[in-house]
């Protein structure tokens, strides 16, 4: 089965908040996209509030629930207080949890999974008993102890950082390394039980040799990408050619 689309907000959001306007509407294109066929919306709300605000938690999970009840919410963030706090009123069917520090412009690495497994155990236990499937980032070349590490917290699934991967568009060769990478940490994952997931500089160009190479990829979260393909195709079109790339096309 095809991994899901869930179409990440944070830059339709980001744009929105260069103005005192409500637009773009992060949750009227969230609709587009979800009616076009993406499988769940992702947001990471920071605690500066520079692309999602708290305050587009609660839409976006009303969005989900009164039309579209058969997609998912997907939170991601570090967990701090505030930030599990705002994941149990929101209720996601999907939470992410991310090792950034507050104050970086983006994820670039995952969670070093023996160092902070027992600070991971609590939380993930937190999450799940209030429903939540608990995906953690995860390196795109964690070794096997890692990844044991990763299924002892009690974690459901692993979303691969797939920066690097992405990175080597205008090199083939290096690509097909870090491809290789991907495919191996996955295999890894898969023995032990854990679900994979992946997001960082996916595009229509590579997604396809992902899919392929991992057919158990579960879900996909893009949101640069995306949205830039967006200024050109439009969120409805854009969201079916991702689609497409999701089942290798």
């Not at 996601?92 to 970086?104: A, F, N, S």
Request: contains cysteine; charged residues 25%; proline residues 6%.
């Amino acid at each position: 089965m095809p991994a899901k689309l869930s179409v990440n907000l944070n830059a339709i959001a980001m744009l929105r908040n260069r103005r005192d306007l409500p637009w773009p509407s992060v949750t009227g294109l969230g609709r587009i996209a979800l009616a076009a066929g993406a499988g769940g919306l992702t947001v990471h709300p920071r605690p500066d509030q520079r692309h999602i605000r708290f305050t587009d938690v609660p839409e976006i999970r009303a969005l989900i629930d009164d039309e579209f009840p058969d997609r998912e919410f997907n939170i991601e963030g570090y967990p701090t207080q505030d930030f599990l706090d705002l994941v149990e009123k929101a209720e996601p069917e999907q939470v992410t949890l991310v090792p950034d520090d507050p104050e970086q412009a983006t994820s670039d690495h995952g969670w070093d999974f023996v160092a902070n497994g027992e600070i991971l155990r609590a939380i993930v236990a937190r999450l799940k008993k209030n429903g939540a499937r608990v995906s953690l980032f995860c390196d795109p070349d964690a070794s096997q102890a890692q990844i044991a590490a990763a299924q002892a917290t009690g974690a459901d699934r692993v979303e691969f950082y797939t920066g690097p991967y992405g990175a080597c568009y205008d090199d083939s060769g290096k690509a097909a390394k870090e491809l290789e990478r991907l495919e191996n940490t996955a295999l890894l994952a898969k023995d032990a039980g854990l679900g994979v997931n992946a997001g960082h500089d996916l595009t229509v160009a590579n997604l396809p040799a992902l899919a392929r190479a991992i057919p158990h990829l579960a879900e996909v979260s893009i949101g640069q990408g995306l949205t830039a393909d967006a200024l050109e195709y439009g969120m409805a079109e854009t969201v079916r050619r991702f689609v497409r790339a999701c089942a290798g096309q």
